[in-house]
């Protein structure tokens, strides 16, 4: 079943075409790659996507069951609503604030009481709070991070607020997760620990993604398809073996090491 | 029609007089980002200098208005080095308060030293400006014929420096990428303090020809025309020269046309709904081009 | 959670209360003779400024160089009510209304103008207080122009005072804590991350401009009541530029901060009142000098709290301490000629934090 649907999407910035013309599927609980040499487009479609951009043409469509909702062009707020999260590829936490609020500014989706409860803090206000703060908690003890709620995201060592970003995706309840190369930077033994982090969440939260990454071993490793682009096009799309023995995928791109891989 | 005649030359005096103003902000704003909020007390500085040239020294208006901009230069630099370049990096809300502050202290502190009383020009130079010619009911004085004589020459000899010199390819270079610049050997330091000494000397020349212009100055007088300088600055187009030069031509004369028929009262109010409009329609101004924050 | 007796803002209340009862019986026996009175209203009116501005600016990260503008609406508001309905009621209605209208004024102000950032925005505010303020210069068939309005009756005593200020530092933090407020604080720290996390960014700024303009609303409404007087002139760029200096002083983003800068600021102006000029220039100094070296303000984002005074405290005590230390350390680096290299003491003394 689609969850999301990209037709024929196009971005230029004045001259440059930075996505042409691109075209992809994403099924529900799919986890999807998106490949390519650097400045090959992956992060504005990304942009796209979440509404960062309005594309110049073409169409991105969400599917809630068989129901479609075009949103390209929409506001990211708006999208984020509709259930698409995503990460940054250079971070972007509130980076002064504490682990916790990261994660519960994230929750504000979900909240219940009306603008007026929360200046006189009823009842209902507390208890909704608390919710607030629980649900973010468990979610911190995802990432191992519950231990660290009150330390300001920007103290956090490096992995760590990679890991914090994406539990602050994951608190808006996505159902389709973007993560923009989440392991760049990463030591092997911590992108090790990110692909299980990332199984791990999937399976918990029943999510679809779509990972930006440039760690061939994690993205051969865990994605069950891939989508490659190169100068802004989609050059092709299949399964991790089949990209990997890909002729136009090993002469643009991927180059000898990276099969030996 | 002659009344409308005479608007328009009223007009083109004091939009040369915002257009000067302006381009200091908007060469500012173009290389730093920033609202050099004291740019308008340097030009209070300026008619304040000419004042104390023209009645202390008994100098005449040329060498009094060019020892104005030669001290306003000094006073811009010293600026930029003290108070803003220590904030080089910091947030932007960080170094718009300091500006605001420096704008403070050089109207309080010129306050406290030749107090907040109105001053007037020695009457002879008043009087030999005030005359002019007289074409039918069209007056043309020759303070009006200075104004846009000496803006139009310190255009061209901005206009020259930027476009020719080395130090003008300089600035426009800081202005498109400070890093870039760095990387390809210019001195961003000397290039920005070059920027605060060009706009300075500008804004000392408008100080002295506004004083002699109205006769009357006071230590919060470049407060309003600062603003309106600003006004005209984004309406150009912010960070674009001859924006600025248009866009003080501009709003000198919905001034002069709103005043001149009759809404005086509401002239000031009049620039802060264009600015507010322009905001609205076309923030990046006349000339200029809208951009999105790269994610 | 239980529904149960709730200790701390039991705690709180009581505090309150006596606070007012002790002020009130202080100046009941004259005790707080007139001119303490005078700056203790200065203060209050001040504190909700500043709070308010604080919403806006500090919290919420929108620079706005126009609050006097809206406080303004809010005196103008209150002074035509008490003029035609010269009772408590009338005061009461005067400031609700006036706040109300100021809020209004907000949201106008807020939608279109919300798209602008940081200078931009600052200019369009002050353009706009600056219209504002020439409106209410020309619409002398009202406002009674330039000259201003005279009103015969004084309605604001300490208890309106006390009860205005401490709702406005109340309602204010309740809100910045709750989701709401996180919202807010979010577009402070990162506009494009907080969009990404579902924050109607814009929604947010109208939302914090209509409630900072709602209090400064308030502050004028109250203002024109203790003052007798209002004119156009006295809700000028300066005045903006008072209740910014009060914020950026105590802390962007912090309400105890706003609190202690507008008592301290005010208290300092009374006594440079005779020397306008002066009082300007350290203003301007002081703005300057934070900025350069503590650009959050002096509390920075906290708020004062029993945590803080005790870490205060033990780094006083700590710097107390070691004040032997030091003086030995300088007065053997002296006898030996310091800054030699591989001296071993060098750096010892330091112990402060
Ligand atoms: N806001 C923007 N303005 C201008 N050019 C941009 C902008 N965003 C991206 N680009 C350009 O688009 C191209 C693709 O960039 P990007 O999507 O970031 O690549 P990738 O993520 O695949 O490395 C690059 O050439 C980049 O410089
Ligand atoms: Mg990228």
Same mark, same amino acid.
């Given at each position: 079943?689609?969850?999301?649907?990209?037709?024929?999407?196009?971005?230029?910035?004045?001259?440059?075409?930075?996505?042409?013309?691109?075209?992809?599927?994403?099924?529900?609980?799919?986890?999807?790659?998106?490949?390519?040499?650097?400045?090959?487009?992956?992060?504005?479609?990304?942009?796209?996507?979440?509404?960062?951009?309005?594309? $110049?043409?073409?169409?991105?469509?969400?599917?809630?069951?068989?129901?479609?909702?075009?949103?390209?062009?929409?506001?990211?707020?708006?999208?984020?609503?509709?259930?698409?999260?995503?990460?940054?590829?250079?971070?972007?936490?509130?980076?002064?604030?504490?682990?916790?609020?990261?994660?519960?500014?994230?929750?504000?989706?979900?909240?219940?009481?009306?603008?007026?409860?929360?200046?006189?803090?009823?009842?209902?206000?507390?208890?909704?709070?608390?919710?607030?703060?629980?649900?973010?908690?468990?979610?911190?003890?995802?990432?191992?991070?519950?231990?660290?709620?009150?330390?300001?995201?920007?103290?956090?060592?490096?992995? !760590?607020?990679?890991?914090?970003?994406?539990?602050?995706?994951?608190?808006?309840?996505?159902?389709?997760?973007?993560?923009?190369?989440?392991?760049?930077?990463?030591?092997?033994?911590?992108?090790?620990?990110?692909?299980?982090?990332?199984?791990?969440?999937?399976?918990?939260?029943?999510?679809?993604?779509?990972?930006?990454?440039?760690?061939?071993?994690?993205?051969?490793? @865990?994605? !069950?398809?891939?989508?490659?682009?190169?100068?802004?096009?989609?050059?092709?799309?299949? $399964?991790?073996?089949?990209?990997?023995?890909?002729?136009?995928?090993?002469?643009?791109?991927?180059?000898?090491?990276?099969?030996?891989? | 029609?002659?009344?409308?005649?005479?608007?328009?030359?009223?007009?083109?005096?004091?939009?040369?007089?915002?257009?000067?103003?302006?381009?200091?902000?908007? #060469?500012?704003?173009?290389?730093?980002?920033?609202?050099?909020?004291?740019?308008?007390?340097?030009?209070?500085?300026?008619?304040?200098?000419?004042?104390?040239?023209?009645?202390?020294?008994?100098?005449?208006?040329?060498?009094?208005?060019?020892?104005?901009? #030669?001290?306003?230069?000094?006073?811009?630099?010293?600026?930029?080095?003290?108070?803003?370049?220590?904030?080089?990096?910091?947030?932007?809300?960080?170094?718009?308060?300091?500006?605001?502050?420096?704008?403070?202290?050089?109207?309080?502190?010129?306050?406290?030293?030749?107090?907040?009383?109105?001053?007037?020009?020695?009457?002879?130079?008043?009087?030999?400006?005030?005359?002019?010619?007289? *074409?039918?009911?069209?007056?043309?004085?020759?303070?009006?014929?200075?104004?846009?004589?000496?803006?139009?020459?310190?255009?061209?000899?901005?206009?020259?420096?930027?476009?020719?010199?080395?130090?003008?390819?300089?600035?426009?270079? /800081?202005?498109?990428?400070?890093?870039?610049?760095?990387? #390809?050997?210019?001195?961003?330091?000397?290039?920005?303090?070059?920027?605060?000494?060009?706009?300075?000397?500008?804004?000392?020349?408008?100080?002295?020809? /506004?004083?002699?212009?109205?006769?009357?100055?006071?230590?919060?007088?470049?407060?309003?025309?600062?603003?309106?300088?600003?006004?005209?600055?984004? &309406?150009?187009?912010?960070?674009?020269?001859?924006?600025?030069?248009?866009?003080?031509?501009?709003?000198?004369?919905? !001034?002069?046309?709103?005043?001149?028929?009759?809404?005086?009262?509401?002239?000031?109010? /009049?620039? &802060?709904?264009?600015?507010?409009?322009?905001?609205?329609?076309?923030?990046?101004?006349?000339?200029?081009?809208?951009?999105?924050?790269?994610? | 959670?239980?529904?149960?007796?709730?200790?701390?803002?039991?705690?709180?209340?009581?505090?309150?209360?006596?606070?007012?009862?002790?002020?009130?019986?202080?100046?009941?026996?004259?005790?707080?003779?007139?001119?303490?009175?005078?700056?203790?209203?200065?203060?209050?009116?001040?504190?909700?400024?500043?709070?308010?501005?604080?919403?806006?600016?500090? &919290?919420?990260?929108?620079?706005?160089?126009?609050?006097?503008?809206?406080?303004?609406?809010?005196?103008?508001?209150?002074?035509?009510?008490?003029?035609?309905?010269?009772?408590?009621?009338?005061?009461?209605?005067?400031?609700?209304?006036?706040?109300?209208?100021?809020? &209004?004024?907000?949201?106008?102000?807020?939608?279109?103008?919300?798209?602008?950032?940081?200078?931009?925005?600052?200019?369009?505010?002050?353009?706009?207080?600056?219209?504002?303020?020439?409106?209410? @210069?020309?619409?002398?068939?009202?406002?009674?122009?330039?000259?201003?309005?005279?009103?015969?009756?004084?309605?604001?005593?300490?208890?309106?005072?006390?009860?205005?200020?401490?709702?406005?530092?109340?309602?204010?933090?309740?809100?910045?804590?709750?989701?709401?407020?996180?919202?807010?604080?979010?577009?402070?720290?990162?506009?494009?991350?907080?969009?990404?996390?579902?924050?109607?960014?814009?929604?947010?700024?109208?939302?914090?401009? #209509?409630?900072?303009?709602?209090?400064?609303?308030?502050?004028?409404?109250?203002?024109?009541?203790?003052?007798?007087?209002?004119?156009?002139?006295?809700?000028?760029?300066?005045?903006?530029?008072?209740? *910014?200096?009060?914020?950026?002083?105590?802390?962007?983003?912090?309400? $105890?901060?706003?609190?202690?800068?507008?008592?301290?600021?005010?208290? @300092? $102006?009374?006594?440079?009142?005779?020397?306008?000029?002066?009082?300007?220039?350290?203003?301007?100094?002081?703005?300057?000098?934070?900025?350069?070296?503590?650009?959050?303000?002096?509390?920075?984002?906290?708020?004062?709290?029993?945590?803080?005074?005790? !870490?205060?405290?033990?780094?006083?005590?700590?710097?107390?301490?070691?004040?032997?230390?030091?003086?030995?350390?300088? /007065?053997?680096?002296?006898?030996?000629?310091?800054?030699?290299?591989?001296?071993?003491?060098?750096?010892?003394?330091?112990?402060?934090?």
């Amino acid at each position: 079943m689609k969850l999301l649907e990209v037709k024929k999407l196009t971005k230029s910035f004045g001259g440059l075409m930075a996505v042409s013309n691109v075209s992809m599927v994403i099924d529900k609980g799919e986890l999807v790659g998106l490949i390519g040499p650097n400045g090959a487009g992956k992060t504005t479609v990304f942009n796209l996507i979440t509404g960062m951009y309005s594309p $110049s043409s073409g169409t991105i469509t969400l599917f809630d069951g068989e129901q479609g909702k075009p949103i390209q062009g929409q506001k990211p707020n708006k999208i984020c609503n509709a259930g698409v999260a995503r990460t940054f590829q250079n971070i972007r936490l509130f980076r002064d604030l504490t682990v916790l609020d990261n994660v519960r500014i994230a929750m504000h989706r979900s909240v219940k009481y009306r603008l007026l409860s929360c200046f006189v803090h009823s009842p209902g206000y507390r208890s909704e709070e608390q919710r607030i703060i629980d649900e973010s908690i468990e979610l911190l003890k995802i990432f191992n991070l519950d231990g660290k709620k009150d330390e300001l995201a920007r103290n956090l060592p490096y992995g !760590e607020q990679r890991h914090l970003e994406i539990a602050r995706a994951l608190a808006s309840r996505p159902k389709l997760l973007l993560l923009d190369e989440p392991a760049a930077g990463m030591n092997p033994a911590e992108t090790a620990q990110l692909s299980e982090i990332i199984r791990k969440v999937r399976k918990l939260f029943n999510l679809t993604i779509l990972l930006i990454e440039h760690d061939m071993s994690l993205v051969m490793k @865990i994605c !069950e398809r891939i989508y490659v682009l190169d100068f802004g096009s989609v050059i092709a799309n299949g $399964s991790p073996d089949e990209i990997k023995s890909n002729e136009r995928v090993i002469t643009a791109y991927l180059g000898e090491d990276a099969i030996d891989a | 029609m002659d009344q409308f005649v005479q608007q328009i030359i009223n007009g083109i005096s004091l939009g040369s007089i915002y257009a000067l103003i302006a381009l200091g902000y908007t #060469m500012v704003y173009g290389i730093i980002k920033l609202i050099n909020f004291a740019h308008c007390d340097v030009y209070m500085l300026g008619a304040y200098i000419g004042y104390f040239c023209m009645t202390i020294l008994h100098l005449d208006v040329i060498p009094s208005l060019l020892i104005a901009m #030669m001290l306003c230069t000094v006073v811009g630099v010293l600026i930029e080095k003290i108070a803003y370049k220590p904030l080089r990096n910091a947030t932007r809300i960080a170094v718009l308060i300091t500006a605001i502050g420096v704008s403070l202290f050089l109207e309080y502190g010129t306050m406290y030293f030749v107090s907040a009383q109105v001053r007037t020009f020695p009457p002879r130079i008043v009087k030999s400006m005030s005359a002019g010619i007289k *074409l039918g009911n069209i007056n043309v004085t020759y303070m009006q014929l200075m104004i846009v004589g000496v803006t139009v020459l310190l255009m061209v000899l901005l206009q020259f420096t930027v476009k020719k010199t080395r130090i003008g390819k300089a600035m426009r270079a /800081v202005s498109l990428d400070v890093d870039a610049a760095e990387l #390809m050997g210019i001195n961003v330091d000397t290039t920005i303090s070059f920027t605060f000494a060009l706009g300075s000397a500008l804004a000392g020349a408008a100080g002295v020809l /506004v004083g002699l212009y109205y006769n009357s100055i006071n230590p919060l007088m470049g407060m309003l025309p600062g603003l309106k300088a600003f006004v005209a600055a984004v &309406f150009g187009g912010i960070g674009i020269i001859p924006g600025a030069m248009i866009g003080g031509y501009f709003i000198g004369m919905v !001034e002069t046309f709103v005043s001149g028929y009759g809404y005086s009262m509401y002239r000031d109010a /009049v620039v &802060f709904a264009i600015l507010i409009l322009i905001l609205i329609i076309k923030p990046a101004g006349l000339l200029g081009r809208n951009v999105r924050e790269k994610v | 959670m239980s529904k149960g007796f709730n200790k701390k803002a039991f705690i709180k209340t009581l505090a309150l209360l006596l606070a007012f009862s002790v002020v009130q019986l202080l100046i009941r026996f004259n005790i707080i003779s007139y001119y303490y009175q005078d700056i203790l209203a200065r203060v209050c009116i001040n504190i909700i400024l500043a709070v308010s501005l604080n919403l806006i600016t500090g &919290f919420t990260g929108q620079f706005s160089l126009g609050h006097a503008g809206f406080m303004s609406i809010g005196a103008y508001t209150c002074a035509l009510i008490i003029e035609r309905v010269p009772t408590v009621y009338g005061f009461i209605a005067g400031v609700i209304l006036g706040a109300l209208l100021a809020a &209004f004024a907000g949201f106008l102000v807020g939608l279109p103008t919300l798209r602008l950032k940081g200078d931009y925005l600052a200019i369009a505010t002050l353009g706009l207080s600056e219209i504002i303020r020439i409106l209410f @210069i020309n619409l002398d068939s009202i406002t009674n122009g330039a000259a201003g309005l005279y009103l015969q009756r004084r309605f604001v005593n300490w208890f309106w005072l006390y009860l205005f200020t401490v709702s406005t530092v109340v309602l204010i933090s309740n809100f910045v804590r709750s989701s709401h407020g996180r919202a807010c604080i979010s577009i402070r720290e990162d506009e494009i991350a907080a969009e990404a996390v579902g924050i109607n960014t814009t929604k947010y700024k109208v939302i914090a401009f #209509m409630i900072g303009s709602f209090f400064a609303g308030v502050a004028g409404a109250v203002y024109a009541s203790y003052n007798y007087f209002i004119e156009p002139n006295l809700f000028n760029f300066s005045k903006s530029i008072d209740i *910014l200096v009060v914020v950026v002083l105590g802390g962007l983003g912090s309400i $105890s901060g706003s609190i202690m800068a507008a008592t301290v600021l005010e208290l @300092i $102006s009374s006594f440079l009142q005779s020397v306008a000029a002066i009082r300007m220039v350290l203003y301007a100094v002081l703005l300057i000098l934070i900025m350069l070296f503590r650009p959050g303000g002096l509390m920075g984002s906290r708020e004062l709290s029993v945590a803080m005074l005790t !870490e205060l405290r033990k780094k006083a005590i700590a710097w107390l301490k070691a004040m032997p230390a030091r003086a030995v350390h300088a /007065v053997r680096s002296i006898a030996k000629g310091s800054g030699k290299p591989g001296d071993k003491s060098a750096g010892k003394g330091r112990v402060d934090g």
